[in-house]
């Protein structure tokens, strides 16, 4: 998968695997370009109001990894998450991960209950998985 300014982050992981990971259905995604370098993926939640959320930074974005850890530690506690990419941050709004010179975001996974969750962390290997 290239490192180009577009990129569809809803080819990180199907919506059979997000449900599997997850445990209940999701429907199909919803690719997003945020801005230049920004790229989200929304999984609509069939079982909840909590949708699942995938943003891929690319190295163009300008957003880095203090920057995200910058937000996160506004709103609460970060833990540093081994096994996860390069390194990754969890915190309640979501796990946050460095992989080379990308960044991926997950939110609202195991129904938003932060990025330090189980599902959290499944969902962030596999999209690092799928990054290559």
Known sequence: KSGGS????????????????EGHPYGAP?????????DQCTYKNAAAPVDLVVIVY?????????MLKSVQSGVGAVTNIS??????IAGSIELDV???????AVEGAGGGGGGSSSVSI???????AALG
């Open 58 to 66: 690319q190295a163009n974005s300008g957003v880095t990894f203090d």
């Open 6 to 21: 577009n990129f569809d982050a809803c080819t990180l992981l199907s919506p059979a695997e997000v449900s599997s990971l």
């Open 83 to 88: 096994g996860v990419g390069d390194k990754a």
């Open 98 to 104: 460095q992989v080379g010179d990308r960044l991926i």
């Open 30 to 38: 919803t690719p997003q370009t945020i801005a230049s370098g920004q």
């Open 122 to 128: 499944a969902l962030g290997k596999a999209a690092v």
